[in-house]
């Protein structure tokens, strides 16, 4: 698949399947903007893509989702104006585990932290970004999201509640974007992956028994390919788009 010429904004680009993202897209043509929170880990993926791909445009926001607010949002806005004259996706992909916890115990600062992180920020930077993917041929806006989106379980307090949210706010933009925008809005489950986010969920979990960022990397081509564009279904799992994808 040929992304060349197209600009792709991911949050949490330093680790786990953010970096992995930004890697591949960028090996397929893409300029990446990298959106995180560590100065250090955004430097070194940007020289990792610089180094391989020297034709690109690449450009790095340091920015702490947990403290996004309208100015700072508009201050991503320019700082992607200043660099590229359209934007073609979004790749909503930061997230915080938050506390393995009871709700009667939750902390409400991390409660907080959790919430603005995982819900508030997209919700912000869609909002925010919008009308710089509007000039594009074929612009996307992919959530992500959990299998405790769609069921609570005990213990995983915040970030659940955030994923619930989160699967309105992306129903919300499909359903408002469906007849006044070229933009294609999706929500995903990557399911069980090995990253450190995992490993933080499931310490006695055998890293080595899951799939790894790379094997979810056509799933999100998918969402950025043509045959996308007439997909009437919103949220996708892996289990599902990996057969699809594998069976095209
Ligand atoms: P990860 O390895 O922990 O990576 C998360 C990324 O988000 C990191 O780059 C992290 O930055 C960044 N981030 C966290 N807080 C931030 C903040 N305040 N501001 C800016 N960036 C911030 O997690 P992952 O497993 O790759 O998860 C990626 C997405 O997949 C998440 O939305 C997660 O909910 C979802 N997901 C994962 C799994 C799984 O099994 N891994 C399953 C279902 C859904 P730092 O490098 O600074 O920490």
Redesign the pocket.
């Known amino acids: 698949m040929d992304l060349s010429n197209r600009t792709i904004l991911i ?9 992995v993202l930004a890697i591949k897209f960028s090996k397929l043509g893409s300029n990446i903007i990298l ?4 100065s250090l ?1 955004l430097d070194k993926v940007y020289d990792q893509l610089e180094q391989s791909f020297p034709s690109q445009k690449h450009l790095i926001l340091e ?4 403290q996004l607010n309208n100015e700072s949002a508009h201050e991503i806005f320019n700082a992607i104006a200043g660099e590229f004259t359209s934007l073609d996706g979004i790749i909503h ?5 938050g506390t393995m916890t009871t709700l009667e115990d939750y902390e409400l600062s991390r409660w907080d932290e959790v919430l603005n ?2 819900l508030r ?1 997209p919700f912000l930077l869609t909002k925010t970004l919008k009308t710089m993917l509007e000039s594009s041929m074929l612009p996307r806006i992919i959530f ?4 405790v989106a769609n069921v609570g379980r005990a213990f995983w307090g915040a ?1 659940s509640v955030s ?1 619930f949210g989160l699967k309105g706010l992306a129903e919300i933009f499909a359903n408002e974007l469906e007849t006044t925008s070229p933009i294609k809005v999706f929500n995903f ?10 490993a933080s ?1 499931r310490p006695a979990e055998n890293p080595n028994s ?1 799939k790894t ?1 790379s094997d979810l990397v056509d799933c999100y081509l998918w969402f950025f390919s043509e045959e996308s564009s007439d997909s009437k279904q919103n949220y996708y799992e892996y289990a599902d788009l990996s057969q699809k994808v594998k069976a095209r």
């Open positions: 949050t949490g680009a330093t680790d786990g399947i953010g970096k959106l995180g929170r560590d880990k920015a702490d989702l947990s992909n930061a997230a915080i585990l992180v995982n920020a992500t999201s959990s299998r970030y994923k489950d990557p399911g069980a992956t090995q990253t450190k986010m995992r969920a899951l960022p």
